[in-house]
Nanobody, 120 residues
Framework: QVQLVESGGGLVQAGGSLRLSCAAS????????MTWFRQTPGKEREFVAG????????YYTDSVKGRFTISRDNAKNTVALEMNSLKPEDTAVYYCGASSSWPPSSPDYWGHGTQVTVSS
């Protein structure tokens, strides 16, 4: 099993930046593709960004391209999401996910989420 713990969420003004981090337990972190999803009340959880096991493949949803950057450090068992030029519509609970399949559309493991609120 993999346990995931997100951190770094908070309140930021539009145009600002936040860096989310996800720490994974276990010795098999580099066996998983890692991903970030987000969810707002009443809506389905949506894919934001994904990075393959060794970081060679990265995908973003169109709405965050050029603003968000996903990265991973397999030595530290962490994955990060750098979010710049934030918009009010980026407000959501952000979840880290670990997936054994690519593309990582259905992660096998989830963190508990971290709230990101962007004020206008």
């Amino acid at each position: 099993q993999v346990q995931l713990v997100e951190s770094g969420g908070g309140l930021v003004q539009a145009g600002g930046s936040l860096r989310l981090s996800c720490a994974a337990s276990g010795r098999t972190f580099n066996s998983y593709h890692m991903t970030w999803f987000r969810q707002t009340p009443g809506k389905e959880r949506e894919f934001v960004a994904g990075i393959s096991r060794l970081g060679g493949s990265i995908y973003y949803t169109d709405s965050v391209k050029g603003r968000f950057t996903i990265s991973r450090d397999n030595a530290k068992n962490t994955v990060a999401l750098e979010m710049n030029s934030l918009k009010p519509e980026d407000t959501a609970v952000y979840y880290c996910g670990a997936s054994s399949s690519w593309p990582p559309s259905s992660p096998d493991y989830w963190g508990h989420g971290t709230q990101v609120t962007v004020s206008s």
